[in-house]
């Protein structure tokens, strides 16, 4: 019923720069916090920042200073700006919504997730 997808990953160089973007669609009443995860190989799925609805903001200690996460809440969609990135981001990055359905019902709602790589 509900649906996330994320966009924006891809190969980039140490010291550049991605946006990460994700949409949600569905039968969608509100959504409170967005979330991106990542997941490198071998390793637990992390958490890299979430944000509020009314856009208070959560980082990871190695995240802060070169993330940012921000939302439109008019589009039902968040972004990660990922600056000065370093080969040890390489993961697959996932976008999480905690999803309030015309239904009612409250759903924990996850992306396909996208592929970010870092090269040194």
């Known amino acids: 019923q509900v649906q996330l997808v994320e966009s924006g990953g891809g190969l980039v160089q140490a010291g550049g720069s991605l946006r990460l973007s994700c949409a949600a669609s569905?039968?969608?009443?509100?959504?409170?916090?967005m979330s991106w995860y990542r997941q490198a190989p071998g390793k637990q799925r992390e958490l890299v920042a979430n944000i509020t609805p009314e856009g208070s903001t959560n980082y990871a200690d190695s995240m802060k200073g070169r993330f940012t996460i921000s939302r439109d809440n008019a589009k039902n969609t968040v972004h990660l700006q990922m600056n000065n990135l370093k080969p040890e981001d390489t993961a697959v990055y996932y976008c999480?919504?905690?999803?309030?359905?015309?239904?009612?019902?409250?759903?924990?709602?996850w992306g396909q997730g996208t592929q970010v790589t870092v090269s040194s």
């Open positions: 569905g039968s969608i009443f509100s959504i409170n916090t």
């Open positions: 999480k919504a905690r999803i309030t359905t015309v239904s009612r019902f409250i759903v924990d709602s």
